[in-house]
């Protein structure tokens, strides 16, 4: 080849993957844009969601408060729920895989750049038509599960913008899982045979395959839920033959997986980054990636243990305690695989590392509470209190936010260019360590003193008054370390010019 | 299980609780037992907070200790162990011991001796219709405050006609869904006289926060006196009862009995509190509330009688306060 014909070869390629400008550039599928679209999307989310539950903090700082009427506390809490789950927890994996899966794997891009702003588009337009609900006073009210009959026959059109709204991030989900899988299968770089992918595509795998079994049962949940509230078929309504029990079942087979589906990536970003500043390879890789398998293959058998009260033989009780009980050993494994390979390494205390310490000091935390509420007969006092409330924030701060957290820290150099403050995520972190503590421990007490979930007020002088105050206090302290998180990006978008991506 | 121990240590951490919030009276509390099934899964509560904490201390010890602490060179043979160790060992034996024991916790239902005291609870938006069965085979039915005698295995029979509930005494046990299209039974018995407090503790609308109900264990004969007062029909009429419509909706036993739609207020003066838990039983509280019910519960299926004049909202409150 002669070196005009390199040239012309190197001008042609550059002009292929060059980024379109203007008005184009709404129409770029490059996967380290798109990327960021969806994580900076996603985030927008979780902030808006965050300040929905600050309201609710603020009307249960103080008993018979009447800061927000029963009404709106309703929409507020359904509406954390939703957004936090559907369109922060699960399209945060999706998005940090698409931006950071290809280089792992030694590839340009994902095999289907398209499907992945397909999916990015239906995301969007799904979550700010259900986020947008609220500012019209006809967001969802019937909690996150939306049980019927309370959301096919009591909700307004709240319950259709849910369902709606949801459609398109099912959508997102499922282009997302056949986009990775695929990406993990077919894109490695010559000579990485499975046995040698970094472990977050193994658990991008894993992930991807949970979620083609895990959101169907959803997905058919929601026509029936659709087509009794618009053309009153009766699947849940029992005057008619229906069964109420049939949607808790629908939704939990999906909705258990999808605590995995959410807590599986980020454990991945774990094992990328613990190993980095361990200075060497994890420990136990064949253990890791099997009992991440393992998690996945239990996660579809315990979805029983969100309906503990619904009046169950106790048989099944006992069986799905069980297996309840039996997910927290590969749990177990994968952390002890962590502590191992920084107990052989020598540590670099940095930002990333902070964070993923603070993610196992909280997530153990809500797996232990896990193991108390999957022994069933607990669980009848703790089932829909905030026992549960602190527990499930346990189980998705730490097993989610902070190692989500550890990722912005030590992938943002990769994605921008440019490092992140450190004074600044040293700030962030203690503000969100402390301050989320401060507002979660005490929900543990305040659930078994008797406190309900989902109630917009309480009497005085049943002994939860200060705790609740408490947890208010915290969350203020929590949400303060966004703030800081959001002064750290602008600072380095400020730096000077760095790589560019 | 209970050893000593552990009731020390729930002891004293209880007591320490209740002097940080003030001493109040935790009449709904789930640790602060008043039953069989509450004083058994309070101490597994306890036992299961000190076993968490140890486990989370020695795991974060040993995290800390990794990261911070000066360390000999390890084989790859050792983290080895560590993972069959502590990843595969140590929760397979805990847990296994942990469900052996919890689960023997499980009650047993439908168990088929009969229970001494049967009560139906019919959940509704928001609040409860009881039905007390008696010894000929006939039901009593009050609303909204639950008479139980003590150490009596009482069954609930737990059903819904709209929305999902559940029913929940934290001080006497566990809670139990009530879903429309099924019957379920729940099994408590009381061990402590006194008064405490139930809740519907699945999510039921708007007003599912004030949804509750005052639980009164009785001692000796007190539960028999109660229900034989219980038992009879209302002690007077009323014109302003009648002449506003009240009847349409609820039953006051020898008086009216054609509507049944809200709840029965036969005996209503004898209860202590107005709207399912909501407001204290006062004449106060009770024109407010016939004045303007949806305002204080919102969603409440009872009307403003705000257009009634003052003088007959007062006569009706009177009336009722009256049927003891």
Redesign the interface.
Known sequence: MTPDEKAAETRQLEQVWAQPRGWRAFSDVNNSTVGLWYIATAFAFMLFAGALALIIRLQLAVPENDLV???TF?QLFTLHGTVMMFLFAVPIFEAVAILILPAMLGARDLPFPRLSAFGYWCFLIGGVFVSSSIFFGQAPD??WFM?P??ST??SGIGADIWLLGLSFIEVASIAAAVELIVGVLKCRAPGMHINLTPLYGWYVLIVGAMILFAFPPLIAGDLLFELERLLDWPFFD?TRGG???LWQHLFWIFGHPEVYIIFLPAIALLAMIVPTFAQRPI??YS?IVL?ALGTGFLSFGLWVHHMF???LP?IS??FF??AS??V??PT??????F??????GT?I?SVP?LYC?GA??IF??GG??G??VA???????????YFIVAHLHYVLIGGMLFPVMAGVHYYYPFARGKMLSRTLGIWSFWLMFIGFNVAFLPMH?TG???????????PA???????NLISTVGAFVFAGGFPALCVGLRAAQAQGAGRTA | MPSILHRTIALSLATGISLLVGGCLFEQSALHPAGRDASELSALAWFMFAAAVVVWAIVMGATIYAVLGKKKPRSERFADRLIIGGGVAFPTIGLAILLVFGLSLLPSWTSADTPDLRVHVRAEQFWWRLGYEQADGSVVETANELHLPNDATVEFVLSSTDVIHSFWIPALGGKMDAIPGRTNQLRLTPTKPGTYRGVCAEFCGPSHALMAFPVVVHEGSGFTEWMEQQRQPASARSDAFLGAGCGGCHVVRGVSEAGSVGPDLTHFGSRSTIGAGTLANTRENLIAWITTPGHIKPGVGMPSFMSLPEAERAAIADYLMELR
Do not use: C, K
């Open positions: 009427p029963a009404e309703n019937a909690g049980y009959p309370l026959e009591q029992v069964d109420p029990i420990a136990g253990w009992s009260t619904t009046g106790s009780l006992g305690a069980a009980e039996a927290a050993i177990g494994i994968q952390i002890f695989a502590i191992a390979t920084v107990m052989l540590v205390r590392m310490l196992l000091a153990i935390v232990l509470t193991v108390m022994v069933a007969p607990f669980d009848f006092q703790a089932h829909d209190t007490l078994l003193l008797g406190m309900p979930r989902r109630v917009f007020t309480y002088g049943l002994g939860f008054e200060w705790l």
